[in-house]
């Protein structure tokens, strides 16, 4: 199966190319603006701006894979907030360009999303039916690219994630449990948010939910998350415990406390059910993810 991965120097885009790169089945294609991060024998690696539409036409088109992952986006919700045209290039234009790629050489797109595209108002677990209504641009943008998506290709899966937490490699941006993490370790008081929730995700039952959805044809939304809801102050804690760590230096504060720039939902908790009914995704626990961060 041919798969082209953008965005494959990326924390969740590298982790579903080394996923994928065990088997034999899958000719694989990672693409990245910067050069390979940790070059390996299994794929081919390309450098590619995702945002130089012209090149990734040319690439698609060559290729002609069967399935196209992007895992790349802007990201950061403070940048975004500041950076509109910057976001809606990257979390817009480049994604709907790809899907317009995508829709000509008949490949299916798998885009990842973000649970941010929801105003955290619900009471409840968050399901892929409910409206999306974001608060901040990072979420406007993204909900915009799940759109795009929906527009022009019509081979696809929309695939939500939330706080997502493992291993990094050197020269990718770190996740909220190893700030937390390294921060315990050096002594360093710090301020978590207690009253903001989430189903944190590890890495790995990403790779496992993506490349689950390779091998059907269903278009949609869809979560791919843990199944745990948990603040950011609980996380925190967990990730003291399960290190052993000083949980004393964490103080959890209120989201008023914080005083954020950019503003968060309160409760942005996905719901999984779909993704384990109909693909028999089964998350791994807050502490069996955390195992690889030892």
């Known amino acids: 199966m041919k798969t082209l991965i953008i965005g494959a120097n990326g924390f969740t885009g590298r982790r579903i190319l ?6 034999e089945i899958y000719e694989l294609t990672g693409c990245s603006l910067h050069e390979d991060i940790l070059p390996g024998n299994n794929y081919r690696f390309v450098q590619a ?27 950061v919700p403070d940048y975004c907030e500041s950076h509109h045209e910057e976001a809606y290039a990257a979390n817009v234009l480049a994604v ?3 899907a317009r790629c995508c829709e000509r050489a008949g490949s299916r797109f798998i885009h990842l999303s973000t649970d941010f595209v929801f105003d955290g108002k619900k009471a409840e677990l968050y399901t892929e039916t409910d409206t999306p209504a974001p608060v901040n641009y990072y979420g406007i943008s993204k909900y915009q690219g799940e759109q795009a998506v929906a527009a022009n290709c ?26 937390v993490k390294n921060r315990l370790q050096a002594g360093q008081e710090i301020r ?3 009253d903001q929730y989430r189903t944190p995700t590890w890495v790995q039952d990403i790779a496992d939910g993506v490349e689950k959805l390779m091998h ?47 503003p968060r939902p309160r ?3 996905l719901s999984i059910e779909k993704a384990k009914r109909i693909l028999g995704y089964a998350p791994h626990s807050l502490e069996e993810g955390m195992a690889e961060m030892k």
Not at 154 to 176: D, E, M, T
Request: net charge negative; with cysteine; hydrophobic share 40%.
């Open 18 to 23: 080394q996923s994928l790169s065990r088997q």
């Open 49 to 75: 701006d995702m945002n130089n539409h012209p090149a990734i036409d040319r690439l698609i088109a060559e290729i002609r894979p069967d399935v196209v992952i992007n895992g790349s986006a802007l990201s």
């Open 96 to 98: 709907e360009n790809i």
């Open 154 to 179: 019509s081979n696809y899966a929309n695939v939500r994630v939330v706080v997502v937490y493992g291993k990094a490699l050197p020269g990718q941006h770190g996740n909220i449990l190893q700030l």
């Open 192 to 194: 978590v948010v207690s």
């Open 216 to 262: 059907i044809s269903q278009n949609g939304i869809w979560h791919i998350c843990g199944d745990e809801c948990l603040s950011i102050a609980d996380i925190a804690y967990r990730v003291a415990d399960y290190f052993k760590l000083d949980r004393s230096l964490i103080v959890p504060v209120t989201t008023e406390e914080m005083n954020e720039a950019t």
């Open 267 to 269: 409760f942005s908790g």
